[in-house]
Nanobody
Framework: QVQLVESGGGSVEGGGSLRLSCAVS????????LGWFRQSPGGTEREGVA????????NYATSVKGRFTIIHDNAKNTLFLQMNSLKPEDTAMYYCAVGVLYKSRPSLLLETYAYVSWGQGTQVTVSS
């Protein structure tokens, strides 16, 4: 059974940086995608932030392109999200997720339905 545990969230002033980590264990899929999602305070849906897959595809939400970087360290079984130039609108609970890769399409990397296992989330708060 796949388990994902996020860490690294916190409070930061606008313009600052944070690095989120997601420890992944029990992953036995040969082909898979890994992604970061977020849910804003009071929001009802999770928004795709960044994702990557074993075919080499990477995709970012338009709102974070050029500021966030997703990295998968295979040796450490850890997924990272480096977040720079943070804005108050980045405030949210951040989740990592894993899905089986049946179709290699970059657009699917930001879709919640393409993922099957989720972590508990880590809170990011950005003040103005």
């Amino acid at each position: 059974q796949v388990q994902l545990v996020e860490s690294g969230g916190g409070s930061v002033e606008g313009g600052g940086s944070l690095r989120l980590s997601c420890a992944v264990s029990g992953l036995t899929y040969r082909q898979y995608r890994l992604g970061w999602f977020r849910q804003s305070p009071g929001g009802t849906e999770r928004e795709g932030v960044a994702g990557l897959d074993t075919d080499g595809n990477i995709n970012y939400a338009t709102s974070v392109k050029g500021r966030f970087t997703i990295i998968h360290d295979n040796a450490k079984n850890t997924l990272f999200l480096q977040m720079n130039s943070l804005k108050p609108e980045d405030t949210a609970m951040y989740y990592c997720a894993v899905g089986v890769l049946y179709k290699s399409r970059p657009s699917l990397l930001l879709e919640t339905y393409a993922y099957v296992s989720w972590g508990q989330g880590t809170q990011v708060t950005v003040s103005s």
